[in-house]
């Protein structure tokens, strides 16, 4: 028996590599079966579930946020069982792995796209044959070859989880920080073939879909089919993900994206920065003008945008990313997601390492902890200006009260607040509502906003979201007769 397994962030999370190497075990797909865990439980309880049905082979999916865990998990299955053959394989361990303790405990290793490669190597160990080397390193499959993923979402998944997809794959832009800096191109998917595919997912009631594709408008003819197939299948609950490429948004695709009703489409676009010594640093190519103003017509045009920026580039400091946080706050971003720079392991940001100080965390998730412009100090309240942005920025609860939050300078504002949020609070997570809603009453009271534009301000938000809750001091004063 084989067993496919990953430890997702959560649980509404499913492991589309697993389905893919389940789709491509050929004869072998009946001795084969998927497990998924989360990193919220026990490495011990894993183990006992994993080793249940006493697998001859497990093989995990290992990823940056799962790779502390998953090293336990492996570690616990050596120490009971060391005749369960242990495979690696994912992202996490496919560069810079000879001093991995997972790859050390583990029994073989794919790196890069194993799909093709999982198979083989599952068939060589049961026949007795085992290959004679540990690190298996899988060329890039052509795409045709690779057998689809999407039967093998299960009922549960398609009630209950999130329906990753994939129309094409790699990146044809260099950006150092992503490890998709290392493809040579973009290639898609036979379209006829994964829109049949899509048309199956949606009969079985699937209606948010969630594109991984990296690039997903570079090819503007396959994206316009791929718009039209789902525009054709438009209802009260289809949600749809993209991630943009943000200057490239010819009229056609504008035409297309119009068409679509609110609440259809969510774009995920990656700003990263605006100033462009530090994007030409980083090998980034993007048309700042045409960027911001292709925000603005799809914010103008009923589009959800989660708009990224990474905190602690090279060479950027504190007031040039507060440019560009400022900007996409003025173009009135429904979303902007707050990054600290990572150093994925392969990725080409590490050339940067000794020209700028950059210092990393040794431990997943590798974020950055200071570099030659930003100390360790600054980089720690930037984590939890993170944090709190995520908190009440991008919870869509502060809608009337974020403006007095932020005034006229967004940024220094509300890293203010979150310095002040975290010396009275001493936590940056288990914040709940209520008190969250009187800590920013306290802080606008602080500040010197008028006591009673805050508490109408709250009391909008705080009756627009719907809450069961009962905050007294935010309920409006009973009308005397």
Same mark, same amino acid.
């Given at each position: 028996?084989?067993?496919?397994?990953?430890?997702n962030?959560?649980?509404?999370? +499913?492991?589309?590599?697993?389905?893919?190497?389940?789709?491509?075990? $050929?004869?072998?797909i009946?001795? +084969?079966?998927?497990?998924?865990?989360?990193?919220?439980?026990?490495p011990?309880?894993?183990?006992?579930?994993?080793?249940?049905?006493?697998?001859?082979?497990?093989?995990?999916?290992?990823y %940056?946020?799962?790779?502390r865990?998953?090293?336990?998990?492996?570690?616990?299955?050596?120490?009971?069982?060391?005749?369960?053959?242990?495979?690696?394989? #994912?992202?996490?361990?496919?560069?810079?792995?000879?001093?991995?303790?997972?790859?050390?405990?583990?029994?073989?290793?794919?790196t $890069?796209?194993?799909?093709?490669?999982?198979?083989?190597?599952?068939?060589?160990?049961?026949?007795?044959?085992?290959?004679?080397?540990?690190?298996?390193?899988?060329?890039?499959?052509?795409?045709?070859?690779?057998?689809?993923?999407?039967?093998?979402?299960?009922?549960?998944?398609?009630?209950?989880?999130?329906?990753?997809?994939?129309?094409?794959?790699?990146?044809?832009?260099k950006?150092?920080?992503?490890?998709?800096?290392l493809?040579?191109?973009?290639?898609?998917?036979?379209?006829?073939?994964?829109?049949?595919?899509?048309?199956?997912?949606?009969?079985?009631?699937?209606?948010? /879909?969630?594109?991984?594709?990296?690039?997903?408008?570079?090819?503007?003819?396959?994206t316009?089919?791929?718009?039209? /197939?789902?525009?054709?299948?438009?209802?009260?609950?289809?949600?749809?993900?993209?991630?943009?490429?943000?200057?490239?948004?010819?009229?056609?695709?504008?035409?297309?994206?119009?068409?679509?009703?609110?609440?259809?489409?969510?774009?995920?676009?990656?700003?990263?920065?605006?100033?462009?010594?530090?994007?030409?640093?980083?090998?980034?190519?993007?048309?700042?003008?045409?960027?911001?103003?292709?925000?603005?017509?799809?914010?103008?045009?009923?589009?959800?945008?989660?708009?990224?920026? %990474?905190?602690?580039?090279?060479?950027?400091?504190?007031?040039?990313?507060?440019?560009?946080?400022?900007?996409?706050?003025?173009?009135?971003?429904?979303?902007?997601?707050?990054?600290?720079?990572?150093?994925?392991? #392969?990725?080409?940001?590490?050339?940067?390492?000794?020209?700028?100080?950059?210092?990393?965390?040794?431990?997943?998730?590798?974020?950055?902890?200071?570099?030659?412009? %930003?100390?360790? #100090?600054?980089?720690?309240?930037?984590?939890?200006?993170?944090?709190?942005?995520?908190? *009440? $920025?991008n919870?869509?609860?502060?809608?009337?009260?974020?403006p007095?939050?932020?005034?006229?300078?967004?940024?220094?504002?509300?890293?203010?607040?979150?310095?002040?949020?975290?010396?009275? +609070?001493?936590? +940056?997570?288990? %914040?709940?509502?209520?008190?969250?809603?009187r800590l *920013?009453?306290?802080?606008?009271?602080?500040?010197?906003?008028?006591?009673?534009i805050?508490?109408?301000?709250?009391?909008?938000?705080?009756?627009?979201?719907?809450? #069961?809750? *009962?905050?007294?001091?935010?309920?409006?004063?009973?009308?005397?007769?």
């Amino acid at each position: 028996m084989i067993t496919l397994t990953t430890l997702n962030a959560r649980y509404s999370h +499913t492991s589309m590599g697993l389905r893919y190497l389940i789709a491509n075990m $050929g004869e072998l797909i009946p001795q +084969t079966t998927i497990t998924e865990f989360t990193i919220q439980q026990r490495p011990i309880d894993i183990v006992e579930e994993l080793l249940t049905n006493r697998p001859r082979i497990i093989g995990f999916g290992v990823y %940056i946020w799962n790779v502390r865990e998953t090293t336990e998990v492996v570690t616990l299955i050596k120490a009971v069982s060391p005749e369960t053959l242990i495979i690696l394989g #994912g992202p996490e361990v496919s560069y810079e792995w000879e001093e991995q303790k997972i790859v050390q405990q583990a029994d073989y290793l794919l790196t $890069g796209m194993s799909e093709l490669e999982f198979a083989p190597l599952c068939q060589q160990l049961i026949s007795g044959n085992p290959p004679p080397q540990k690190v298996i390193e899988c060329s890039v499959p052509a795409l045709d070859q690779i057998e689809m993923p999407y039967d093998f979402y299960s009922d549960e998944d398609i009630a209950n989880r999130v329906i990753y997809v994939e129309a094409s794959r790699g990146c044809p832009f260099k950006c150092e920080f992503c490890l998709s800096a290392l493809d040579k191109t973009s290639w898609p998917f036979n379209l006829e073939q994964f829109l049949a595919a899509m048309d199956r997912l949606y009969r079985r009631g699937v209606r948010r /879909f969630k594109f991984v594709d990296r690039t997903f408008n570079l090819k503007v003819e396959t994206t316009l089919k791929i718009l039209s /197939f789902f525009h054709e299948r438009v209802d009260e609950k289809l949600h749809l993900h993209f991630e943009l490429v943000p200057d490239h948004l010819p009229d056609q695709l504008k035409t297309s994206i119009a068409r679509f009703p609110s609440g259809v489409l969510q774009f995920e676009i990656g700003i990263q920065t605006l100033n462009e010594e530090v994007q030409q640093r980083i090998s980034r190519r993007q048309d700042n003008a045409k960027s911001l103003a292709n925000l603005d017509w799809l914010r103008s045009n009923r589009v959800h945008i989660h708009a990224d920026l %990474i905190m602690g580039l090279p060479g950027e400091t504190l007031e040039q990313f507060s440019h560009s946080f400022n900007e996409l706050v003025r173009l009135g971003m429904p979303e902007i997601q707050v990054g600290i720079l990572k150093r994925l392991r #392969g990725s080409p940001i590490a050339r940067h390492t000794e020209a700028f100080n950059m210092i990393y965390n040794p431990l997943p998730p590798y974020n950055l902890l200071a570099n030659s412009t %930003i100390n360790f #100090g600054n980089m720690q309240r930037l984590s939890r200006f993170a944090r709190y942005w995520e908190m *009440i $920025g991008n919870s869509g609860r502060f809608a009337q009260s974020l403006p007095l939050l932020l005034g006229d300078e967004p940024f220094s504002q509300f890293l203010k607040f979150s310095d002040w949020l975290f010396k009275t +609070t001493h936590q +940056t997570h288990k %914040i709940n509502l209520d008190r969250l809603f009187r800590l *920013i009453f306290e802080w606008l009271e602080v500040t010197g906003i008028e006591s009673g534009i805050s508490l109408t301000k709250l009391r909008a938000d705080f009756k627009a979201i719907g809450s #069961g809750r *009962i905050i007294k001091w935010l309920q409006p004063e009973p009308t005397k007769q």
